[in-house]
């Protein structure tokens, strides 16, 4: 059977160079950082932590569900690009698109592009 041709990368403008700060080593210390801090507040402010009524914070359960809706595609939408970042940091075509996972409606990057031998330059 003929090779396919590989489909087209998402976002092709989105070089190694550009994003290279991506993989940098400080960012994973930056974040247990972070969540260091957060877990110290956390325990020295109980008051901070968030209850079941914090998520029901309208009497209108329409507007809870939407606005729960709104902010997990939000959140969606930046957790998927920064998987074709980090791909293209390492020199990686990636692919974003929406589809189908049984009946639900998902957002997912194709990096197959990984397990193919490739001069990473930048």
């Not at 409606?105 to 490739?118: A, E």
């Amino acid at each position: 059977m003929p090779d396919v041709a590989p489909p087209r990368a998402s976002l092709p403008w989105l070089g190694p160079h550009q994003v290279r700060l991506a993989l940098h080593p400080a960012l994973p210390v930056l974040g247990g950082v972070l969540l260091t801090v957060a877990v110290v507040v956390l325990f020295r402010r109980p008051d901070l932590v968030p209850g079941y009524r914090d998520l029901l914070w309208s009497p209108h359960g329409s507007l809870v569900l939407l606005s729960g809706a709104a902010a997990g595609w939000t959140l969606l939408l930046a957790h998927e690009p920064a998987h074709l970042v980090t791909a293209r940091a390492a020199g990686v075509p990636g692919r974003m698109r929406l589809g189908t996972r049984l009946q639900f409606l998902v957002m997912q990057t194709d990096i197959s592009g990984s397990n193919s031998p490739r001069t990473v330059t930048g």
